[in-house]
């Protein structure tokens, strides 16, 4: 195998002598481990572990790995996932009418702080086709309307699947997408919404949340899910606000906490740093990497 990073991620129940078999299992086959970080929800009585290492000088293939580590996962009940860390993750955008998220996400992505390929931008409306030209990412205009929402999605999964899109990212894609759509990419569409839900659902969120006085603004990042916005969350921030603010000034701190939580959570799954249990998402830190 040639030099490079691989990180496993494993769940399981659990049980004694884990990270003695899972360490001795890579020690025998040539691996340096990097870092190795685990965390056991007593509650469900449930082991997960990100084990991250160096394959420089070992002699095995991808396929001799896999089969071999099969043979330890299966009477341990292990539910688990390899990456090699050889190919970047193909990522879609997927945006209606709002730019910030949209912005931050095409930034970073330019200056290498997301390891990945923006392969498109997906938009309803094309609103906001000269970022994407700024940027240099093809912009896919689909537009939707009730009685073609089934036509569009369509549309839509045709060119994900002809891009081979890993990753689908909804940075303020203000439509609904259908039970099929989701269970199709499940675990692979994050979506970003405003803390309020679900206290201040549908329109001008920002301006109920004044009339009632809020002491705290947010936003939340999770995995969607067919119940909208109750999927596993990824990351979540809040920032302290006072009766000072005005609606105006609440949407703009909102959608400064929306960029940087929405940045992280696309960073924690290209990062494979995320094992889905559930509805809750075990995020592991970065460690180093």
């Not at 003695?20 to 870092?35: M, V």
């Not at 580590?69 to 539910?79: G, H, I, K, V, Y």
Request: glycine share 4%.
């Amino acid at each position: 195998m040639k030099s490079q990073v691989v990180t496993f991620l494993i769940k399981c129940p659990d049980q004694k002598g884990l990270v003695a078999k899972i360490t001795s299992f890579f020690y025998d086959k040539g691996f340096n481990i990097l870092s190795c970080q685990q965390y056991v929800n007593s509650i469900e009585d449930t082991y997960f572990m990100r084990i991250r290492l160096n394959a420089d000088g070992t002699e095995i293939s991808k396929k001799e790995l896999e089969k071999s580590f099969l043979e330890l996962a299966t009477p341990l009940e292990f539910d688990w996932s390899v990456n090699y860390g050889d190919k970047k993750q193909n990522v879609a955008i997927m945006v209606s009418h709002t730019s910030h998220n949209l912005y931050d996400l095409l930034e970073r992505y330019k200056e290498g702080r997301l390891d990945c390929n923006v392969k498109m931008i997906i938009s309803n409306h094309d609103k906001l086709r000269h970022i994407a030209d700024m940027f240099d990412v093809p912009y896919h205009y689909l537009p939707v309307k009730k009685e073609t929402k089934l036509q569009q999605e369509t549309q839509v999964r045709n060119l994900l699947d002809a891009n081979a899109i890993d990753l689908v990212v909804m940075a303020r894609y203000m439509q609904i997408l259908s039970s099929d759509f989701i269970n199709y990419f499940k675990d692979k569409i994050i979506n970003i919404h405003h803390s309020f839900l679900p206290a201040f659902q549908g329109a001008n969120p920002y301006k109920r949340a004044y009339e009632r006085g809020v002491k705290l603004i947010g936003a939340t990042a999770h995995y969607a899910t067919e119940d909208l916005d109750e999927g596993p969350i990824i990351e979540q921030d809040v920032k302290p606000v006072t009766h000072e603010s005005t609606p105006t000034t609440l949407k703009r701190i909102g959608a400064d906490i929306e960029k940087l939580v929405l940045a992280r959570a696309v960073k924690n799954h290209l990062n494979n740093q995320i094992i889905v249990s559930g509805n809750r998402a075990i995020v592991f830190p970065e460690a180093g990497e």
